[in-house]
């Protein structure tokens, strides 16, 4: 049965269908499926199952992302407190866009998808400061700083990752917090996300799941 749930979740979410996938989860669980396996062998590997979409060029566009990270993070909400044991959160990320930054649907792409993955999201919205960046990092615990920018005088500007980086070097921190940045000028310019001193990017908001998890394992090494 849990191959059947898994096939069909997944045509829900690639069809953009939230109430199909939703209606797929639930019955699931009303058929003696748990949410552990919900989450861990339906949500995430959905998750995965789209990443490969996007690296191998399949007709995978912005609405299935979307939909992908939000039914995901719904799922995720509605299972948890259903779980036999808490849940291991395996890490903490601050997220925001940058400074003079408004756009916001690439944060709640990646949002989404952390989510399902065990990681805690701190979510500071838009137009965010670099202070504000490290201060929350600092007071959340989190291992990294995800910095959302769509615009080039926001990811390359002087209140955008280099600022945060050179506060977290200020303050001695770069060991303890890393910084993933995201967004339209970073796939125009591959080098970008070096020049501007982060430690990691993603090409799209799916693809940051793997890209934090990896830095999240890195500070925890």
Known sequence: M???VIETYNE???DTDRDRALEIIRDAIAAGITPEEIIFKVVVPGIETMMKAIAED???NLAQHFMTAQIAAQVTDEMLPLFSAPPEIIGRVVLGTARYDLHSLGKRIVSGCLRSLMIEVVDLGVNVAPVRFVDEAVAR????IGI?????HTADGPEGCRCVR???KERDLERSIRIVVGGAPFRYDPELWQA???DGWASDGITAGRVITNLIREVRS
């Open 58 to 60: 399949f007709d995978a």
């Open 166 to 168: 050179r506060i977290l």
């Open 12 to 14: 829900a979410v690639f």
């Open 148 to 152: 959302s920018a769509m615009m080039m």
């Open 141 to 144: 615990g989190a291992e990294v």
């Open 196 to 198: 501007v001193g982060a």
């Open 2 to 4: 849990l191959e059947r």
